[in-house]
Nanobody, 123 residues
Framework: QVQLVESGGGLVQAGDSLRLSCAASGIALSSYGSGWFRQAPGKEREFVATIRRLTGTTSYADSVKGRFTISRDGAKNTLYLQMNSLKPEDTAVYYC????????????????WGQGTQVTVSS
């Protein structure tokens, strides 16, 4: 049974940093593409960042490029999202997910999802 469990969310002020974690079980993250998505109230779930299987190549949404870093630890089978210089518009529920597809940007191609962790950035 595949399980993804996010942690690390919280309430911070603009300019602060947070690191989200996504612990995986029942699946080897390095063998799949992994991504972070977020969903703000009243908005659709949107792509944030992805890390490709095997190569570890990373890609980011323009809105977070230069501020967020996605990474994974194969030994711990855990995905991370380091978020720096947080802005109020980063407030959302953040989800980690995995995909066997080569389309890393489309949320419908991701088949396993975590339960989400809330990130709130105050101004």
């Amino acid at each position: 049974q595949v399980q993804l469990v996010e942690s690390g969310g919280g309430l911070v002020q603009a300019g602060d940093s947070l690191r989200l974690s996504c612990a995986a079980s029942g699946i080897a993250l390095s063998s799949y593409g992994s991504g972070w998505f977020r969903q703000a109230p009243g908005k659709e779930r949107e792509f944030v960042a992805t890390i490709r299987r095997l190569t570890g190549t990373t890609s980011y949404a323009d809105s977070v490029k230069g501020r967020f870093t996605i990474s994974r630890d194969g030994a711990k089978n855990t995905l991370y999202l380091q978020m720096n210089s947080l802005k109020p518009e980063d407030t959302a529920v953040y989800y980690c997910a995995t995909t066997g597809s080569f389309n890393y940007y489309d949320r419908v191609m991701y088949n396993y999802w975590g339960q989400g962790t809330q990130v709130t950035v105050s101004s």
